[in-house]
């Protein structure tokens, strides 16, 4: 058997990921770490930066995203050392204390940044503060978060009626509410939560379904009053409060790691142990799904770090069989869809999967995106209002498919590419650093 030639072209500012697959096949074989949870390394820089004392984070995700939280709140008066994996320190300056910068705040790529960050600017009274992005985030809807800010008194303004950023906000004191979300999102809860950190009295958000916990998780680590109604979807918190600084040891991400599950499922003969992988339960919907479908999934070492449950990861190859998914599902897996789409173009039989319309506002609209981009590269599917249908079992041949610059995308189509017949180029894969800056070369080493 030969290896793969993966080879990552370098010499343009959008570079280009090339895969040719030896008609003779290979396997992937190996024991690797993942980055950091890009969505808990976000959390533990800002609790860290409104926090009393000092926090101490271990595996850090060196991606783009918290990059991008660091440079915000080191703006905003925090002391955040040199980001690394081992060990950063953040001296807080305490709960209602950030400083009015003297520029606009740059979010980059970031949603979570950006989102999460307009809560506790606008509980900051007497303080102006303007937030921007990227070209991909300045399109991403924020009036998701700016309503219920508004409804607790922030004074924002931006583009479309404050729903397009850039944003202005001039900090206000806020009153607590109680509200009722139309969607199940991390970002709009952890928003509201953190806005209510600094409003007297009690500030509750209720969900639809479920979303990710690591805001609830890490605030009570960090001493805020919080209350969790799971019958109802509600968490509560309880203002103002005080924050003291911790010692954060951030899980590997199971969005990263999702991209080596399904590439060992889909490639024959493979097996690849994954180390140190968050398993928060609301974040398993990725795990649940593959082992729907037949995946040779099994987790071993379980533990609890810091708070968060945490396994390693060990997955062969195995002949995966098709299924439906939606409801309550969705939320736990929103951004592995992706490359769930690409583990059911290997599938038998045809998988639907349905009430994942929030994939329209991601860095991408990525059902759009991947269902032109896998029909480039042969497979049938067709795209759905809120999801996609795909009939596995179509042989993939090589083509030239583009990320979008969206790094979900881009290294889903890289795992598609390896049981792509012939070379298959990948545009603008630089975005795959935006979460997973080693993604490239861990892909060179597990392949055999």
């Known amino acids: 058997m030969e290896r793969p030639v993966i080879a990552l072209n370098t010499n343009t500012p959008q570079q280009s990921l090339t895969i040719h697959r030896p008609p003779s096949g290979f396997s992937l074989r190996g024991t690797i770490r993942v980055p950091g949870d890009k969505s808990i390394s976000h959390r533990a820089l800002m609790l860290g930066a409104i926090a009393e004392g000092e926090t101490r984070i271990q595996g850090l995700l060196l991606g783009e995203d918290p990059r991008s939280t ?5 703006a905003l008066g925090a002391d955040i050392t040199e980001l690394n994996s081992e060990l950063v320190q953040v001296q807080g300056i305490g709960l209602g204390n950030l400083q009015e910068p003297l520029d606009v705040l740059q979010a980059g790529n970031s949603g979570t940044t950006l989102r999460l960050m307009l809560g506790l600017l606008a509980a ?14 300045r399109r991403r809807p924020m009036s998701r978060v700016v309503q219920p800010l508004q409804q607790m008194g922030a004074q924002i303004w931006g583009r479309h009626n404050a729903s397009l950023a ?32 600094m409003a007297t009295g009690e500030t509750t958000v209720t969900e639809p379904v479920l979303s990710r916990d690591h805001s609830e998780r890490m605030l009570q680590a960090f001493g805020a009053k919080l209350a969790i109604d799971h019958a109802t979807h509600s968490v509560t918190v309880t203002g103002p409060a005080r924050l003291t600084g911790q010692t954060v040891i951030v899980p590997g991400d199971i969005s990263s790691a999702a991209f080596w599950l399904v590439a060992a499922a889909i490639v024959p003969n493979s097996e690849l142990s994954i180390e140190n992988v968050g398993v928060n339960p609301t974040r398993t919907g990725i795990l649940e799904s593959l082992e729907r479908m037949g995946a040779d999934i099994m987790r071993e070492n379980e533990r609890v770090v810091a708070g968060e449950p945490v396994a390693d990861l060990r997955v062969r190859s195995s002949t995966l069989q098709a299924a439906e998914f939606g ?11 992706p490359i769930l789409a690409v583990a059911a173009a290997f599938a038998q039989g045809t998988t639907v999967i349905r009430d994942a319309q929030e994939l329209r506002v991601k860095e991408s ?37 583009d990320s979008h610059t969206d790094h979900r ?3 889903s189509l890289a795992i598609a590419a390896l049981n792509a017949q012939g070379t298959t180029t990948i545009q603008q894969a630089e975005a795959a650093a935006i979460s997973y800056p080693d993604f490239v070369t861990t892909l060179q080493q597990v392949c055999h």
Do not use: N, W
Request: proline residues 7%.
């Open 70 to 74: 660091a440079a915000c709140f080191r």
């Open 124 to 137: 900051h009274p007497g303080r102006f503060f303007t937030v921007t992005g990227d070209a991909s985030l």
């Open 166 to 197: 850039p944003l202005a906000i001039q900090g206000q004191v806020l009153q607590p509410i109680h509200y009722h979300s139309p969607i199940a999102s991390a970002q709009v809860k952890s928003c509201i939560l953190l806005a209510g950190l």
């Open 327 to 337: 409801g309550e599902l969705i939320p736990r897996m929103i951004d592995e869809i």
């Open 365 to 401: 609209d990525r059902l759009a995106v991947m269902a032109s981009q896998l029909q480039r590269l042969g497979a049938r599917l067709a795209e759905l209002p809120d999801g996609l249908e795909i009939t596995g079992g179509v042989p993939l041949k090589g083509a030239e498919v």
């Open 409 to 411: 995308i881009a290294m």
